[in-house]
């Protein structure tokens, strides 16, 4: 498994299951579940909310797919495109 960090978002590779040591905490484990995410980017603030993602037990810190990521930063940029300055999105319901 690798590991690299994008605009604060920890992104895993190749995840054989959904426990793995917080690299974090180094105390805990995570457990599959959803988050919530704030991006920031030239004074827009995007919120996403219900992002699925690996959280630890012990401190809370989550970790998220390389494909969570780039859906993510998909939906940031369409964002930044329209030209808002805030955004909610809840991942449960978007397309």
Do not use: W
């Not at 299951?17 to 603030?45: R, S």
């Not at 401190?59 to 030209?83: R, W």
């Amino acid at each position: 498994m690798s590991r690299q960090q994008i605009f604060g978002m920890m992104i895993i590779k190749h995840v054989k299951n959904n426990n793995m040591d917080c690299v974090i905490c180094k105390n805990g484990t995570t457990k599959q579940g959803f988050a919530t995410f704030t991006l920031e980017k030239n004074n827009v603030i995007i919120v996403f909310k219900n992002v699925p993602a690996l959280i630890c037990e012990n401190c809370g810190d989550f970790y998220l797919t390389t494909e969570t990521t780039n859906m993510i930063l998909q939906k940031a940029n369409q964002s930044l495109v329209k030209g808002v300055e805030f955004e909610i999105i809840n991942l449960k319901f978007a397309a």
